[in-house]
């Protein structure tokens, strides 16, 4: 037990002092998280409200794909997206490769589906005499919009609060698509599982209680934005 707790006193010391190479880390991280978001939130919402809120020939087949995309490895995504934006792919002359925003496209794709498919879940659990009352008021599509959304605001938190989760502790995509490279696009995950393989326990623990004063502050942010 005692490397535990000399690793533990390490990490405190690591943050106390700042140490570049852990908060290069945090940095890449949060920058990729930042990108990957907002890309999937402005995609997914949209996507998850039609899907939940419209009725259209097929509803049910595309569902069952959104819901499978679910339990999508991250592996995999890695892998499709290095064949799409290495140099032999369709996508190589971008220079993606090796880059944080070439971590951003496959953590999108990671996170799209689940922003989807709990938004619609969300959408399909509002009242279901929500529409028809807002119509019989005179409200207009904008204002029909807007009102359901408002009334699943709490579904879609729910879904970027997930979706977050499940995007800031990946290390299949960032490990093959960034290629941990130290100091441009090592991530928090990528440089625990580096720095453990290396018997650095200090590092891996400072980054690891990075991510859970991380994941701390999003569910006090959401817990607050409930209760407003």
Do not use: C
Not at 130 to 146: E, F, H, K, V, W
Not at 205 to 221: H, K
């Amino acid at each position: 037990m005692g490397y535990i707790l000399d690793g533990v006193v390490t990490a405190l010391r690591l943050l106390w002092q700042g140490d570049p190479q852990t908060f290069s880390a945090i940095g890449a991280t949060l920058t990729v998280s930042s990108y990957s978001m907002a890309a999937s939130l402005l995609m997914g919402v949209p996507l998850g409200f039609l899907l939940g809120y419209t009725e259209f020939p097929g509803k049910h087949q595309v569902r069952l794909v959104v819901d499978t995309l679910l339990a999508l490895p991250t592996v995999f995504i890695g892998l499709l997206v290095y064949a799409l934006i290495s140099n032999r792919g369709p996508l190589g002359e971008m220079g993606l490769l090796f880059t944080l925003p070439g971590i951003a496209v496959g953590q999108t794709l990671l996170a799209l589906p689940i922003v989807v498919a709990l938004v619609a879940t969300a959408v399909e659990s509002m009242d279901p005499h929500l529409r028809p009352t807002l119509i019989s008021l005179g409200a207009n599509r904008r204002q029909l919009l807007l009102t359901s959304l408002w009334e699943g605001r709490h579904g879609i938190l729910a879904a970027a609060l997930t979706a977050y989760g499940r995007v800031m502790t990946e290390v299949g995509i960032s490990m093959m698509v960034g290629g941990n490279i130290k100091w441009q696009t090592r991530t928090i995950t990528t440089a625990i599982a580096l720095e453990t393989n290396k018997g650095l326990f200090g590092m891996g623990i400072a980054l690891g209680i990075v991510l859970l004063m991380i994941a701390f502050a999003v569910n006090l942010s959401v817990s607050f934005l409930r209760r407003r």
